[in-house]
């Protein structure tokens, strides 16, 4: 059974800095790129960054670009996201998802695997 699983979240402040991890469980993950999504209260779902499933290509979200690492270790089944200087705005539910192949995508209907999201709080 694919699994993703989501850790890391839990409440920062303004300027603080928190490492998401999406473990994955049940398949390959070399064979799948990453995106990590979030949703704020009240707005749609957008994509923050993905990594292709070597790891060779990433892509961010303008609104992170400069602030948000996104990494992998395929022997660790793991997937990362640095988030530094984190602000308000970033205060969301985050999620993992898996796409089969190696096109990372920050589109949401690109996945076909979702973990069950996990709550990052910005606030002073």
């Known amino acids: 059974q694919l699994q993703l699983v989501e850790s890391g979240g839990g409440l920062v402040q303004p300027g603080g800095s928190l490492r998401l991890s999406c473990a994955a469980s049940g398949f390959t993950l070399e064979d799948y790129a990453i995106g990590w999504f979030r949703q704020a209260p009240g707005k749609e779902r957008e994509g923050v960054s993905c990594i292709s499933n070597l790891g060779g290509i990433t892509d961010y979200a303008d609104s992170v670009k400069g602030r948000f690492t996104i990494s992998r270790d395929n022997a660790k089944n793991t997937v990362y996201l640095q988030m530094n200087n984190i602000q308000p705005e970033d205060t969301a539910l985050y999620y993992c998802?898996?796409?089969?192949?190696?096109?990372?995508?920050?589109?949401?209907?690109?996945?076909?695997?979702w973990g069950q999201g996990i709550q990052v709080t910005v606030s002073s």
């Open positions: 998802a898996a796409r089969s192949g190696w096109y990372c995508s920050l589109t949401s209907g690109q996945y076909d695997y």
